[in-house]
């Protein structure tokens, strides 16, 4: 090894250590936060709203992105990739309370099933979780009653997040093309200090 390579190591060890000791500072909010998490002081609770899923027309939520080659002979759509920034609302009429919107990637992922492989935030945007988020990620049997998909995380409030979610689609109109979703969420989270932690 030259002298060059030598320079380039040392260098390496230095800034791994420097990286490391940075890490393991921490604010004393930090390690109460930290210290609860590790003492099981969780909060768990139970979520319940629906999704207002508007499919076609001229305010649609949902939008096709991509496709496979064999998506339009595909009895499922697989290969259809949609994004989607849904409205989340208290009750399943459309002029309900507004909790926030449901935002995200679904994709059509079976062969011989409708099944979506599903990435969705939840963003709250009014209440006590006002800015705060979860996460769903996994497999959706669309036609199945009482879906379950894990919930993955969250952020501000629901920091840590983890659970379970269970859908069911409330209703269909085929005319409008517009279906409402019902979600409950089952959810554990780190009970922060107040003030949170940053």
């Known amino acids: 090894?030259?002298?060059?390579?030598?320079?380039?190591?040392?260098?390496s060890l230095i800034i791994a250590m420097a990286s490391v000791e940075a890490k393991?500072?921490?604010?004393?909010?930090?390690?109460?936060?930290?210290?609860?998490?590790?003492?099981g002081k969780e909060k768990v609770i139970k979520?319940?709203?629906?999704?207002?899923?508007?499919?076609?027309?001229?305010?649609?939520?949902?939008?096709?992105?991509?496709?496979?080659?064999?998506?339009?002979i595909s009895?499922?759509?697989?290969?259809?990739?949609?994004v989607l920034d849904n409205l989340m609302t208290a009750g399943p009429e459309k002029n309900s309370t507004e909790l926030g919107r449901a935002q995200g990637l679904i994709t059509f992922a079976d062969l011989k099933q409708s099944a979506l492989a599903m990435n969705?935030?939840?963003?709250?945007?009014?209440?006590?979780?006002?800015?705060?988020?979860?996460?769903?990620?996994?497999?959706?049997p669309i036609l199945e009653m009482?879906?379950?998909?894990?919930?993955?995380?969250?952020?501000?409030v629901f920091r840590m997040a983890r659970g379970y979610s269970i859908s069911n689609t409330y209703s269909y109109d085929p005319i409008q093309d517009?279906?409402?979703?019902?979600?409950?969420f089952y959810v554990a989270y780190v009970k922060e200090s107040r003030g949170g932690l940053h």
């Open 1 to 11: 090894m030259g002298n060059v390579g030598v320079i380039l190591m040392i260098l």
């Open 24 to 39: 393991s500072e921490m604010s004393k909010q930090e390690k109460t936060w930290f210290r609860n998490l590790c003492r």
């Open 47 to 72: 979520l319940h709203f629906y999704v207002q899923d508007e499919l076609s027309g001229p305010n649609k939520t949902v939008w096709e992105v991509s496709r496979s080659n064999i998506t339009s």
């Open 75 to 82: 009895p499922t759509s697989f290969g259809q990739v949609r």
């Open 120 to 140: 969705i935030n939840f963003v709250f945007s009014t209440g006590k979780y006002n800015g705060s988020t979860l996460c769903i990620l996994g497999r959706n």
């Open 146 to 156: 009482d879906r379950e998909l894990p919930i993955v995380g969250g952020t501000g």
């Open 178 to 184: 517009y279906g409402v979703l019902e979600y409950t």
